[in-house]
């Protein structure tokens, strides 16, 4: 999935790779981007498989939105994972999971108003739940 590299941990502190635009410039956040709705189709997408993968690596980020996703050249990339949470150890699990897909359909669905059909949240836990 497309999260920040990490390169060290010192005293409580985690130094990430920097994510930047074409241009090199630190990239904006999601919310700060104008998409086509070719565009909001395919960072879902992406986004929906890193989710995903995260929850087949045990883990639901638990703040998932617009404001926690960075967009460089070749699309969306995932932050603020401290606070992500045990999948299978979390009693709120699912609920949280649910929420962090729901946020991405609501955003998307604003540039590709037919995503806001889409369940993906249940679907995706019902893998979890098997």
Known sequence: ?????PHG??????????IS??????????DEVTLTPEQAQTYYAKVIQ??????CAGLIHGDLSE????????GPVIIDL????DAAGNNSAAAMLYRDVDNMRNYFG???????NTEYGRDVGAVRNR
């Open 110 to 116: 604003q540039f590709a108003p037919e995503l806001l």
């Open 50 to 55: 890193d989710v995903v993968k995260m929850l």
């Open 9 to 18: 941990f010192v005293d409580g502190v985690l130094l990430m790779e920097m």
């Open 21 to 30: 635009d074409a241009e090199g410039n630190v990239a904006p956040r999601l």
């Open 67 to 74: 404001f926690n996703v960075l967009v460089d050249a070749s």
């Open 1 to 5: 999935m497309r999260v920040p590299e």
């Open 82 to 85: 401290p606070q992500a949470v």
